[in-house]
């Protein structure tokens, strides 16, 4: 029986240095394009990662685009989804050209709606109280995905203050469908076909394929449920985002 294990890699195999400050037993664990080291794992990570790749197949489910997945120093054998399921990569890391030219045909319908969505970010980064954040478009391998909305001093209030704002401008605009994705520092803005769940959905089809399949689904944040659901098996780290908004203990 194949043993999959479908995982976020940010705040579930490894936490940034400003979330969680590393001591002198964490493993660096992802870098940035500067070479220097940014994300870490304890040895209860380490314990937990070396377990799951003796035992599982390991199949990373992440935000992170190419370049960002290219700078995880951890060695994935089977594939990847990332982008927020947007692209899936093969095992030998070139990409699933099927499932690209599928997210292509979907931007070129949703591109129109998050140039709108960032001129309204702009329009509220123009005013004062706002002039801290920074919002743009992300893309990767030529294909618009969504808007990313930061603060530069990491004012998660103004964050929060612009979620409120953007789930009412999306109303207002009869774009429901679209996710709202805050998470700390991070806000996203994703159109309904832009969904981790549609690759591991995928790729869970093409493992069935081969024999009997038992899965397991684990992430923090709370947008990572939707892929999890796909799974036979659920696990969470704590503390995350899930246990804290979904769990009550």
Known sequence: M????FVDLDDTLFHSHNKRQPDTHDVALAYLQDGSAISYANQKQMTMLKFWQ???VMIPVT???RNAFERVAIEFKHGAVINYGG????ADGSL????SQQSQAHARHSEPILQVLLDYLNSLIQTTEYSS???RIISDVGIAF??????KTGDLVQVAQVTHMVKQFLAQEGW??????HNGNNLAIMPPWLNKRHGVRYLLAQWQQRGEVVSFGMGDSVIDLGFMNECDYLMVPNPSQIVSQRMDV
């Open 2 to 5: 194949h043993k999959l294990l």
């Open 54 to 56: 003796e035992s599982h």
């Open 63 to 65: 935000a992170r685009n």
């Open 87 to 90: 692209i899936v990569l093969q």
């Open 96 to 99: 699933d050209e099927a499932w």
């Open 133 to 135: 954040l920074h919002a």
């Open 146 to 151: 969504y808007v990313l909305l930061k603060s």
């Open 176 to 181: 429901t469908e679209y996710q709202v994705h």
